[in-house]
């Protein structure tokens, strides 16, 4: 079965700063992976996804992460925090041949001044 | 875009009454989900749909029915209200083999009391 862990349940930054939001996963197969993005009063948008190919994907609003095997990660990176950044981020994880996304538990990223 | 509307954003209920979450998406997607979402526990799917009068049980349906008689419209169900079942309830739809790209309503905080 696949799952996904997300370390630490908030993460606080200040604008400018680097963000990096942290996602492993566990899979018996060759995995797909997301972050989807959820801002105040509002559903999941998907920001980036992994599938195959370039390991270092590039999402909207500067974001970014790299799939590395070696590690089982997939971690969220930002290089300068914006206000509008703050949200709830979530990692999620799937295989080829599932019919579902599992997600993690969430990160919520404060962003301060 | 997708839009992906939701009834209500916020019900609240009495425990025992019979409530219907109503979903509907304007893209003529296949795939539709249930998903309830709570604080640290990320979000869990409930349902799933492939097709009109097509469901699938997702990880948590205790408690819970679906139904999809018109291909935008997925209602969930609850038979009869508990107070374990507040939460954030999220609908989601996705295009015929990319499950994974799902695009999310912006939700119904349901609280039964």
């Known amino acids: 079965a696949q799952s996904v862990t997300q370390l630490g349940s908030h993460v606080s930054v200040s604008e400018g700063a680097l963000v990096l939001l942290r996602c492993n996963y566990s899979?018996?197969?060759?995995?797909?992976l997301f972050w989807y993005v959820q801002y105040p009063n509002q559903g999941l948008q998907l920001l980036l996804k992994?599938?195959?190919?370039?390991?270092l994907v590039k999402g909207i609003n500067g974001f970014e992460a790299e799939f590395k095997k070696s590690e089982t990660s997939f971690h969220l990176t930002k290089p300068s925090a914006h206000m509008s950044d703050a949200a709830e981020y979530f990692c999620?994880?799937?295989?080829?041949?599932?019919?579902?996304?599992?997600f993690g538990t969430g990160t919520r990223l404060l962003v301060s001044p | 875009d997708v839009k992906v509307t939701q009834s209500s954003r916020y019900l609240v209920k009495r425990t025992g009454e019979k409530v219907f979450l109503e979903c509907v998406q304007d893209?003529?997607?296949?795939?539709m989900f249930w998903y309830r979402q709570d604080p640290g526990l990320g979000l869990r799917l409930i349902y799933f749909?492939?097709?009109?009068?097509?469901?699938e049980k997702g990880d948590i349906p205790e408690g819970y029915s679906v139904s999809r008689e018109k291909k935008e419209r997925f209602s969930l169900i609850l038979e009869s209200a508990s107070t374990n079942q507040t939460s954030m309830y999220l609908c989601?739809?996705?295009?015929?083999?990319?499950?994974?790209?799902?695009?999310f309503g912006p939700g119904t905080r349901l609280t039964v009391t």
């Open positions: 989601a739809s996705s295009p015929p083999g990319q499950i994974y790209e799902q695009y």
């Open positions: 999620a994880v799937t295989v080829w041949s599932f019919q579902k996304l599992v």
């Open positions: 992994y599938t195959t190919g370039a390991t």
């Open positions: 899979s018996s197969v060759p995995p797909y």
């Open positions: 893209m003529d997607h296949e795939n």
């Open positions: 749909s492939y097709d009109v009068k097509m469901k």
